[in-house]
């Protein structure tokens, strides 16, 4: 990403935010039901990711990470 692209992302991130729409309860219910989705989704791939950068196993990975924004 050039920083261009960068900056007119994070425009349009702050203008939606400003907008008040997150506000509303139903939209964080869906934003956290889409972000549980993607976790499940991609479990494996963060598991890998978390290895890497902290050298945590898939259980410790769970345990302490994944695992605690999946069952709350």
Do not use: H, P
């Not at 261009?4 to 702050?14: A, D, G, P, S, W």
């Not at 309860?25 to 890998?48: D, P, T």
């Amino acid at each position: 990403m050039t920083q261009t692209e960068i900056e007119k992302l994070v425009k349009k991130q702050r203008d939606f935010f400003n907008s008040g729409e997150t506000l509303n309860v139903s939209f964080r219910i869906s934003a956290l039901e889409r972000l549980r989705a993607c976790i499940i989704k991609y479990e494996k791939k963060i598991n890998q990711a978390i290895r890497a950068d902290l050298g945590k196993s898939a259980f410790e990975s769970y345990m302490c990470e994944t695992g605690l924004v999946l069952v709350s």
